[in-house]
Each structure stands twice: as structure tokens, then as C-alpha cells.
């Protein structure tokens, strides 16, 4: 079982590397709120992963279809979704959030619920897991429980690995930013999040 669980850690940080609107947001989040305020963001879209990986896994024909057949709203739904998170990046005020400490569970769960929402409507993730499930060879047809709770438990590992240790880096050169610093890359952050929820987006209406 131990080269099925390695085989779920590479499939989770294949699954979370690439720096899309997620990374991003997560380094946003970890200059402006701290480690923990970047944790939770990687932590939703870890979670959004293992729902796309027990898809895939359990092989849920129905829902799979379902995504595929509404793959033109979901794409658009999602754009508009991630072009809103981006704007509100983008009007945050950085200084404000540092020097108004807000209670600590629902900044974090916000975090979580905002990056949460980002990736599940990008059904492009569970290709994206199909395929590293069939690059790193793991039998799809296979339906132990034992099996897809490793697997799936890889997954889950080798994404907050990934988010970890990102959120760990940036958070080391946090404090060398200065106030106004912070605010510039706010505006950058957001307006990088709208220019990739856009492109998602158009992605959607091109297939009409």
C-alpha cells in the first residue's frame, strides 16, 4: 500500500503546483493575513481536489456526465466567480486587515469557503486528476475500499504538502514588505485573478 499512497501524494502535488487563480490567492492571502490565513486557503482547494479524486475513483459516471454536459455554464459560472474574488482582492485594503484583528475561526473558514468555491466549479480539475491518476498508474477500475482510502488520503497529503510549503516560503519574507508594498501587490493579486477568471470564462462562451 505505501507505493499507492506515494503514487496519491505525487497525483496531490501534480494536482496543486501549477500557479493558477488558487496560488495566487493563497500568496495574497499569506502576505496580507498571515501563515495560517494561506494554509486555509490551500486547504479548500486541497478538499476540492479530493472531491474531484473521489469522482474519478468511485467512478461516478452520472455526476462525470452531468459535468460534462454542463461544462459551458460551469465554465462560465466559475469565471464569474473567480473575476468576483478578484475584485474583492483588488478593493481590500491590506493595512486595514492587519491592524483589525477580526475572530479567528471565521477569517479562517472564509478563507477556506472563498478558495473552495474558486476551484469546484473548475471541473478541469478532475481531467487534470484523470489524467495523473493514469500517468502515475493507478487503475481506475480498482474498487477497494482500502485502496481508494489510500489513494485519496495521497492525494490529501501531497496537496497540503504543496500548499504548505508555499504558504512556509512566502511567509518567510513577509515582514520584509512594507505597508504600501502590501497594497501593490493587492492590486496585482486581484487584477491577476480577474485577467485568469476572464480567460476561464471566455473559455465557456467560445463553446457555445
Known amino acids: 500500500m505505501l507505493d499507492v499512497l506515494l503514487k496519491g501524494i505525487v497525483v496531490g502535488l501534480g494536482a496543486s503546483i501549477p500557479l493558477g487563480p488558487l496560488?495566487?490567492?493563497?500568496?495574497?492571502?499569506?502576505?496580507?493575513?498571515?501563515?495560517?490565513?494561506?494554509v486555509f486557503t490551500g486547504l479548500g482547494g486541497a478538499i476540492s481536489d479530493l472531491f474531484f479524486s473521489a469522482l474519478a475513483l468511485f467512478g461516478l459516471a452520472i455526476i462525470q456526465s452531468w459535468l460534462d454536459r454542463n461544462d459551458v455554464i460551469i465554465s462560465l459560472v466559475g469565471g464569474f466567480i473567480i473575476i468576483g474574488i478578484g475584485i474583492s482582492v483588488y478593493i481590500t485594503n491590506p493595512i486595514k486587515q492587519l491592524r483589525q484583528p477580526k475572530e479567528v475561526s471565521k477569517r479562517y473558514l472564509g478563507d477556506f469557503l472563498t478558495s473552495f468555491a474558486m476551484t469546484i466549479t473548475n471541473p478541469g480539475a478532475l481531467l487534470l486528476l484523470l489524467g495523473l491518476f493514469t500517468f502515475v498508474g493507478i487503475d481506475l477500475s480498482e474498487k477497494s475500499l482500502m485502496t481508494i482510502t489510500v489513494v485519496m488520503t495521497g492525494v490529501l497529503l501531497g496537496a497540503m504538502v504543496w500548499w504548505f510549503a508555499l504558504v512556509s516560503i512566502i511567509n518567510a519574507f513577509?515582514?520584509?514588505?512594507?505597508?504600501?508594498?502590501?497594497?501593490?501587490?493587492?492590486?496585482?493579486a486581484g487584477v491577476a485573478i480577474v485577467i485568469l477568471g476572464a480567460v476561464y470564462g471566455l473559455k465557456g462562451l467560445l463553446q457555445i
Do not use: P
Not at 496560488?23 to 494561506?38: D, E, M, N, P, Y
Not at 513577509?174 to 496585482?188: D, G, S
Open 23 to 38: 496560488g495566487v490567492l493563497c500568496i495574497q492571502k499569506t502576505l496580507s493575513k498571515g501563515r495560517w490565513s494561506g
Open 174 to 188: 513577509r515582514n520584509r514588505f512594507r505597508l504600501r508594498q502590501l497594497i501593490a501587490i493587492n492590486r496585482i
